[in-house]
């Protein structure tokens, strides 16, 4: 799931880099309002999550722009996508089975979950708003192309 989230920002972002900063930038009615509100989030969320798990919480507040400039927000998507897939190979699954306790951003309450459903949670968060911003480009007459995990390059083994 880690590489999955690498390869579908990698690819959003392409076609992101395309558009119009004011375009991706202009209310479009979505959670997030815009193109630039949805990666932004996206980030948020996966900061967070990161964060938690790492014990190095995240300072921002859901709703906050982290980067204001699209270029910086493509570098720290990265950085962050590198981060999640380098976490994500020491995984163990006594961790994973784990309870954790984490405070979340949306409500203030503190939880204690097994951590595997936390981290299903982070991948899921990723989809779910990666669908919103799939949307909004195909309104906007952009092509996402496939964005279904079987189609993950490394997986694909069609001769």
Not at 133 to 157: A, I, K
Request: hydrophobic content about 40%.
């Amino acid at each position: 799931m880690a590489q999955y989230n690498r390869w579908m920002n990698q690819k959003l972002y392409a076609i992101c880099a395309e558009i119009p900063d004011s375009k991706r930038k202009e209310d479009l009615g979505a959670f997030f309002k815009s193109i630039h509100g949805t990666l932004n989030h996206l980030l948020y969320g996966d900061r967070a999550w990161i964060g938690r798990f790492i014990g190095e919480p995240f300072a921002a507040k859901i709703g906050d722009e982290l980067y204001e400039d699209f270029n910086e927000l493509v570098v720290q998507r990265e950085v962050t996508d590198l981060q999640i897939i380098e976490w994500s190979q020491k995984l163990s699954s006594e961790w994973l089975h784990q309870d954790f306790k984490y405070t979340s951003g949306v409500d203030g309450k503190t939880r204690i979950l097994p951590a595997w459903v936390l981290v299903t949670h982070m991948f899921n968060h990723q989809t779910h708003h990666r669908g919103q911003l799939t949307t909004l480009l195909s309104q906007l007459e952009y092509n996402p192309g496939v964005t279904d995990l079987p189609f993950l390059p490394w997986l694909n083994t069609i001769s």
